[in-house]
């Protein structure tokens, strides 16, 4: 069988055009180097199919570029995943916690435990001359600045509490926004694949969208049932709930089946870490409040005025929001001579205040007194806050680590652009040298051939 | 493992030391400024709660002080007034012995008898000493005159005792009342009741009596009162000794409640230095290494 002639054109050609290829490829990945999510491409060559040249055997004829492979390593995705949905976990416990942790405003000199001591102290100051009103008046206030302080710290409680809430509806709004956003992405590359076509870059887009999802829930990807892998289609489920199916994305609404990380389980942990009842951070505070407010009001009942009446209610509080609402009784802040000081009735005898003020050392709460209470929720809060930091910082070192490794798989290195360049580059001008030497065959047999003795 | 290096790992790694070197920096140079260990309680969640409970006793502390120091102010002015009473108490016992003298006759005694009176008077009316606005002698019924001069020698006063606490729990007496030390007109035996019979014996001229009975009476009355001083002695000592108790306590307090919250000046001061030599060294490093690529030395 023979051969064309012009054979080795086409030959060169292919080698000109799959060296351009290749370059325009580096030349994207060279572009892309610092966009995110993006991974590096390479044209792979093939030979083409060779030429019958019977009996000589098959004769080449050159290069093709069968595909510009993306690569990509998945299961350093998912462990990458993994990472990231507890590094958002851990941010967000560590935001809320370092956020309450600061309004304890401890150890310092105005921190509630100061107020404590400082209103125990008035107590035993009133003991030292229960007939002076200066002595009463400094009592008053100085409970008024310790119900104060519980009233404040019990409304930044609260505040972190509404913050935190609201933060749960954003991120929400954020995970139903990336679900269309995933939905629509695998349209656009279902239909690529249908034609023929690999969507590099958005699959790409889309990974990196399932990054981002994974930092605000536990995600898990699977391949949607019944429809063939290659084509790409998927199933997002965040906290065991479909996001999207396919193409379809739904709207999540709050509470999600089963959140076990994230930022919106970091978010639901710090909820709970404060809110709750009797064991969060507001109701061991409304238990101090209530204790200090129950047991000073009790003894208190049991002395008697200057006036030699009956002691009445020292602290008011509501039942239930305790820390938020005690403040000193209206009466007394009026007029502290109402505050019942004597046991005998007697100007001059003190033993009530004593009385009040040795409450200091007794246990309330559980066998704790009132300041081992509250430098207990202190502890509580520091070792939460603490642990929140510490695993914050391992989900951060692992997520840096998983990060470089895929890096390391999928990142544009410039350098060995730079050498794909070069090589490229020669492979073009070789080929455009094989071009030219067959047009100068090509020349002498048209022009020069058979024209002996002109 | 990683076989290779790209450049965005260069920078994220760069970056990323920065950063955790800055964050420790940061750390450091806020322990220098404020020169404590613990920021916050989570920097400590242990120490932290052993800072609140010595700065609680520390606080405690200081009013036990400031109970102690009233206490013995209150007795240094117990005893100034007792000491007053035994002096004048002892000018009685003289005229006494003077008057029993047969040899005075009626208008002697009964000017001795004057005298005697003077001196009930300035009894009554340092037990009506006052102290910060309080009465001294009155029981707890501290803002009533124990004693009217010039008047019956009732005491208005009670005997209830008041207490001043000392430590979590300790409480010492505190006060003297005036029945006990200086008595009122009708418990016989008592100082005032027996001055009191001294004069009416004198203005009687009963020699009898005041040969007899009166210097007995006198002297019992006399070593009541020297007893109730040394009450009162015993106490201040007492008060005394829980001062400098309570003043030792809190140097051991400021002491371990340094070592928990004070930064260690010296070693925040080497981990300072060392630190910023690391962060320098990464920058360094990290701009040259950054800045290198195979396109320098294509050509």
Known sequence: ?454 | MTDRITQSMLSTTLLGDLQTITDKLTQTRDKLSSGKEIQKPSDNPYGTSRALQLRADLAANKQYQTNVSDASSWQDATDISLGQIGDLSQRARDLLVQGANDTLGASGRASIATEIDQIIESVKSIGNTQYAGRYLFAGSKTTTAPYTPGGADAYLGDTATISREIGQGVQVPLNIDGKSAIGDGTTAGSLLATLRKISTDLKANNSSALQSGDLATLDTALDGLTSTRATVGARTNRLDTALSRLQQIEQTTTGLLSNTEDADMAKTLVDFSQQQAVYQAALKSGAQVIQLSLMDFLR
């Open chain 1, 1 to 454: 069988m023979g051969i064309s002639t012009f054979l080795g054109v086409e030959t060169a050609l292919r080698g000109i055009l799959a060296q351009q290829r290749a370059i325009d490829t580096a030349g994207h990945n060279i572009a892309n180097a610092s966009t995110v999510g993006y991974s590096r491409q390479r044209a792979d060559f093939a030979t083409t199919t060779p030429m019958d040249d019977t009996p000589s055997g098959l004769l080449g004829t050159g290069v093709d570029v069968v595909q510009y492979q993306r690569l990509r390593d998945s299961f350093i995705d998912i462990q990458l995943r993994a990472q990231t949905m507890r590094k958002g976990s851990a941010q967000a416990q560590q935001d809320g916690l370092n956020q309450v942790e600061l309004s304890l405003n401890e150890p310092s000199d105005t921190g509630v435990s100061s107020l404590l001591s400082k209103y125990w102290a008035s107590w035993q100051s009133l003991a030292n001359a229960p007939e002076s009103l200066a002595t009463r008046q400094a009592l008053v206030q100085s409970a008024a600045s310790l119900a104060n302080g519980l009233n404040t710290l019990a409304s930044q409680f609260s505040t972190v509490l509404a913050q935190t809430t609201q933060q749960q509806g954003i991120t929400l709004a954020q995970v139903n926004s990336i679900g269309t956003q995933i939905a629509s992405l695998t349209g656009a590359i279902k239909s690529a694949q249908l034609a023929g076509a690999q969507p590099n870059d958005l699959l790409d887009k889309r990974d990196v969208l399932i990054d981002q999802l994974s930092e605000l829930g536990n995600v898990s990807v699977s391949t949607t049932a019944g429809s063939p892998g290659t084509l790409g289609a998927i199933d997002v489920s965040i906290g065991g709930t479909l996001l999207v199916s396919d193409t379809t994305a739904s709207t999540l609404a709050l509470p999600l089946a089963s959140l076990t990380s994230g930022k919106l389980a970091g978010l639901q942990s710090v909820l709970t870490t404060i809110g709750t009842a009797s064991t969060g951070y507001i109701g061991k505070l409304n238990q101090l409040a209530a204790a200090l407010a129950a047991k000073t009001n009790t003894q208190h009942a049991l002395g008697t005025d200057l006036a030699g009446a009956t002691g009445g209610a020292f602290f008011t509080v509501t039942a239930g929001n305790e820390a938020a609402t005690i403040a000193v009784a209206p009466a007394l802040l009026a007029s502290p001579s109402l505050i019942a000081a004597s046991l005998n009735g007697q100007a001059g005898n003190s033993g009530n205040a004593l009385a009040i003020a040795d409450l200091q050392g007794t246990a309330v709460i559980g066998g704790a007194t009132i300041d081992t209470a509250y430098s207990q929720l202190v502890t509580q809060i520091g070792s939460d806050s603490q642990q929140a930091q510490q695993s914050l910082s391992n989900a951060s070192s692992l997520v840096d680590a998983l990060t470089n490794r895929r890096q390391s798989v999928s990142g544009v290195s410039l350098d060995e652009e730079m050498a794909t360049l070069v090589r490229y580059q020669r492979g073009f001008q070789a080929s455009a040298r094989a071009l030219s030497a067959m047009d100068e065959m090509i020349d002498q047999l048209v022009n020069r051939t058979g024209r002996v003795g002109l």
